[in-house]
């Protein structure tokens, strides 16, 4: 039996209809380097959406390879309540450091949803904690994402990836998200619902500016901003998830950099992915002293915060934290990326000769098709997926929209190529 067929037998693949597998089995990568993912053939792909979204510096990057060695040499794992290490304070230090002035604590958990969840029943204990038990239920927005865990999803839009699970989901206000609709009938929704409810709500959750799952959206800051100032006048936490967006990804280290920041002050941030240049699973939620505070007493008052992973602050994931912002540092890559942006808005243009509407935030991009073409049944998204990879790129579109999330680590030839085709593969499909 080769390696596909033993696939078949045992694994079963997340997001993936495995009866397709039987005709379309997954690629074995066999080593990446760089932006490039290599199959058993040696032949290339280049990873165009960052493996899931995580990839920063590019793939082996040697000196996080040489910081997990050196790791692992040291310390593999070890618990993290009773205990501590040197990788994971030092990363919390350059974290508070790297994020607004307010972040001042930081909570290590292994994934995005973790990150998110830590962050809702941290919400939820402190209003408890201030004679307010009833806020126990959450705004976040209608094509929202934040994971795949029950507490995610219930504050997740409901589409095709999760509707069954609704019996599953606790009640929270959706509010509108401004796409489609103008930024100011958005925020009218919102401020209705913290309006008429803001006695039994916790928190606001978003993603900042770009929100990946539910089709690639990018929204004005200004909604963020006035969202943010509605968040203060109605006294709910703001909890801003940058899981995504995080690690230099939109243009800036964080997306919330785009806006005023002097308006923008959430309560929480939600962080992962990128925090290991997405080589290991870490997570991370940064959090204020006003919350901090609330939930530091006595131990007999009952207040702790009873939530962990085995996982949690994993000694080599940390150190591959330090080492990632440490390359960030040392070669310059916000800077470095700011023309492989520029290149990538101009190379985008040639785009609208196909009629499909195109956005971009720093090394992100979406193509959207015209969905009125399109049926469930065509499979549309699978059929770009087939093509981009004969093309050598990795092209997993969500419903009608074809994007690149791309590593910062992208070579000004690197992209010329990928951008040529992708649009070869849009214009079959367009
Ligand atoms: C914005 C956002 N939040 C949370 C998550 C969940 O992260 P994970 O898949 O690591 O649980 C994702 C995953 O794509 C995401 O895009």
């Not at 919390?92 to 972040?103: C, G, M, S």
């Not at 998200?177 to 401020?191: F, H, K």
């Not at 959207?368 to 469930?376: P, Y």
Request: glycine share 6%; with cysteine.
């Amino acid at each position: 039996m080769n390696l596909q067929e033993k696939d078949f037998k045992y694994v079963w693949h997340p997001y993936t209809q495995m009866k397709d597998c039987e005709t379309n089995p997954p690629l074995v990568i066999k080593r990446a380097e760089g932006a490039k993912l290599f199959d058993e053939e040696d032949n290339f792909y280049y990873d165009t959406i960052s493996s899931w979204w995580c990839n920063i510096h590019g793939h082996n990057h040697p000196k996080i390879v040489k910081a997990i060695n050196e790791q692992l040499k040291k310390l593999d794992h070890t618990l993290f309540a009773g205990f501590t290490h040197e990788p994971a304070i030092l990363l919390a230090e350059k974290l508070v450091e790297i994020t607004p002035p307010h972040f001042t604590k930081v909570f290590y958990s292994d994934n995005g949803s973790t990150a998110v969840e830590v962050a809702l029943k941290m919400s939820l204990q402190y209003w408890s904690f201030h004679d307010k038990p009833k806020r126990t239920k959450f705004v976040s927005l209608d094509y929202g994402y934040h994971g795949d865990t029950v507490g995610t999803m219930s504050v997740s839009g409901v589409d095709l990836f999760n509707e069954v699970f609704q019996p599953l989901f606790f009640d929270s206000f959706k509010a509108k998200t401004p796409y489609n609709i103008s930024v100011s009938e958005a925020l009218l929704d919102l401020e209705d619902i913290l309006k008429n409810h803001h006695d039994e709500l916790a928190a606001f959750i978003l993603e900042p500016l770009l929100m990946g799952a539910g089709g690639m959206i990018i929204y004005p800051k200004e909604y963020l901003e006035k969202a943010a100032e509605l968040c203060k006048q109605y006294n709910i936490h703001l909890i801003v998830d940058e899981v995504a967006t995080g690690f230099g990804r939109t243009g800036k280290m964080f997306a919330i950099e785009h806006c005023d920041q002097t308006i923008v002050q959430p309560d929480f941030i939600c962080i992962s992915k990128g925090v290991t240049s997405g080589t290991l699973p870490l997570a991370v939620t940064l959090t204020t002293d006003a919350i901090y505070e609330t939930f530091y007493d006595d131990y007999e008052n009952k207040k702790t915060f009873y939530h962990g992973h085995t996982y949690t602050a994993n000694p080599i994931a940390c150190a591959v934290g330090l080492a990632t912002l440490k390359i960030f540092k040392d070669e310059d890559v916000l800077n470095k990326i700011i023309p492989i942006t520029e290149q990538l808005a101009k190379g985008l243009e040639r785009f609208s000769d196909l009629g499909v509407a195109i956005r971009q935030l720093g090394m992100v991009a979406a193509i959207e098709l015209d969905c009125q073409k399109f049926s469930f049944k065509d499979r549309i998204g699978y059929h770009i997926y087939q093509a981009g990879l004969k093309e050598n790129i990795i092209l997993r579109p969500l419903g009608n929209v074809v994007y690149l999330y791309l590593p910062l680590c992208l070579t000004a030839d690197d992209l010329e190529f990928i951008l040529d085709k992708t649009y070869k593969v849009v214009k079959q499909y367009a």
